[in-house]
């Protein structure tokens, strides 16, 4: 299994605030990352895929990048909807998610 | 297409647990997608269960022991069935589409059911 990781496990931060989640795999997945905001009681919903894609309706505030191992979920100024975890999935090889980041308001 | 999960929220120790996902808004077996089950422990993060079309399936191997999904075109759902249950099997389980976009094999899971919370205690 390819094994995921994000750091870091939690932050805080402001309304306005650009943030930046890092999420690494075990071994190299080329792009096959997406990634998933999900808000408490909530399914999760999906963001981007392909480590940099922005599935529709995502607001232009989200970026992702990277490729390899190491890949990176930036939300450029933070909105109010924004606070929730946000989760990394591989998709190389059977799924797996990484851990997740909780983002709270400072 | 939108998800829906049914089945019991308590199941016994040592039983099995049944769910079963209702797709709408499109046919089950119309391709591109895998049909998919994932779980999530209270507090925890997303471990993925298993995924099946009307060919197979694919199970996570942690689990792989215990666990049977399979599709029903007839009446346009999914099902899964998780065998010796544990209160370490206590969790919120959701049904999702494992997209395989434009590619050639699968991707992304979009969209999901709500979820349903099954609690494992006697």
């Known amino acids: 299994d390819i094994q995921m990781t994000q750091s870091p496990s939690s932050l805080s931060a402001s309304i306005g605030d650009r943030v930046t989640i890092t999420c690494r795999a075990s071994?190299?997945?080329?792009?096959?990352l997406n990634w998933y905001q999900q808000k408490p009681g909530k399914a999760p919903r999906f963001l981007i895929y392909e480590a940099s894609i922005l599935q529709s309706g995502v607001p232009s505030r989200f970026s992702g990048s990277g490729s390899g191992t190491d890949f990176a979920l930036t939300i450029s100024s933070l909105h109010p909807e924004d606070f929730a975890t946000y989760y990394c999935?591989?998709?190389?090889?059977?799924?797996?998610f990484g851990p997740g980041t909780k983002v709270d308001i400072k | 297409v939108q998800l829906q999960e049914s089945g019991p929220g308590l199941v016994k120790p040592s039983q099995t647990l049944s769910l079963t996902c209702a797709v709408s808004g499109g046919s089950i077996r119309s391709g591109g997608y895998y049909w998919s089950w994932i779980r999530q422990h209270p507090g925890k993060g997303l471990e993925w269960v298993g995924y099946c079309d009307y060919s197979g399936s694919t199970y996570n191997p942690a689990l792989k022991s215990r666990v049977t999904m399979s599709v029903d075109t007839s009446k346009n759902q999914f099902s899964l069935k998780l065998t010796s249950v544990t209160a370490a099997d206590t969790a919120v389980y959701y049904c999702?589409?494992?997209?395989f976009g434009s590619g050639s094999s699968p991707d992304w899971f979009d969209p999901w059911g709500q979820g349903t919370l099954v609690t494992v205690s006697s």
């Open positions: 999702a589409a494992y997209n």
């Open positions: 071994q190299s997945i080329s792009t096959f």
């Open positions: 999935q591989q998709s190389y090889s059977t799924p797996t």
